[in-house]
């Protein structure tokens, strides 16, 4: 089922459903190149998304306005599931003001870890949003069928999705006591913004950040007796750095523990 949302009143020039302007291909492959794990319990959720030109959807942080992709998969009992990852988006220029995002298409990618090779059934739904005079939400349930021995692939595709998640923008981090430390990427110069995943138990701090040897560390505010008891909380973050030739966008995952 597909709800359409106008932000600047209807248009009738405007599909009235996202499954015109964009298709959603699910599947289940071995190894967890995103992750670097290629055992044979080892397995990716990769749901991919194509659009048609000119609209986009979103990261984690939409920016200035939209909204991020939910995602929420249900696996058998004994099977680990992984934080989803997405690659480093553009920053998108609109009316609204900047966002951060994808054009044409994108992939979302869940790495999972299985007890043992016995056949299981994996479920999933994800709501998104794609907007471009007018936004559209989707919202898909699906569920898949995982035999027991998948196709390794072609070494050339799964280099390919691991491509696709930009691993040299993806920087290393940490954290230092109450501050996060990410890595700084090679050949930029200046001090980077930095935007994350908006999350009710952490904010930054009122301090400016410092560079720290090869890195930044930017002051938190972690507000940890509002966690669940015995959570944990993956915070996907994003260095932006901009210049006079545009911006350039990194991104980082860190989980804080309780």
Known sequence: MALGLSVHGV??????SINEVCRVRSSIVAGAP????????????????????????????AGSWGAPPRLRVSAPEGWDVGPTILPAPECISTDLGPVYGYHESVRFQVPLRRPDASPAELK????????????????????????????KGDPRDLQEDANHLAPGRRLRSRLLGDSLWVEHPKGRVGQPKLVFRPLDAVSLGQADPTKQKEGWA????????????????????LLIFSDDEGRETYAFSITLNN
């Open 11 to 16: 248009d009738e020039s405007m599909p009235s």
């Open 34 to 61: 995103a992750v670097g794990r290629m055992t044979e319990r080892d397995l990716t959720l990769v749901i991919a998304l194509e659009l048609d030109e000119d609209w986009h959807t979103y990261w984690w942080d």
């Open 124 to 151: 999933y739904e994800l709501d998104w949003l794609v907007c471009k005079e007018a936004c559209l939400l989707g919202m898909q349930s699906n569920t898949l069928r995982v035999p027991s021995m998948l196709a």
């Open 218 to 237: 930017f002051p938190l505010e972690i507000r940890r007796q509002d966690f669940p008891e015995e959570s944990t909380v993956t915070l996907h973050g």
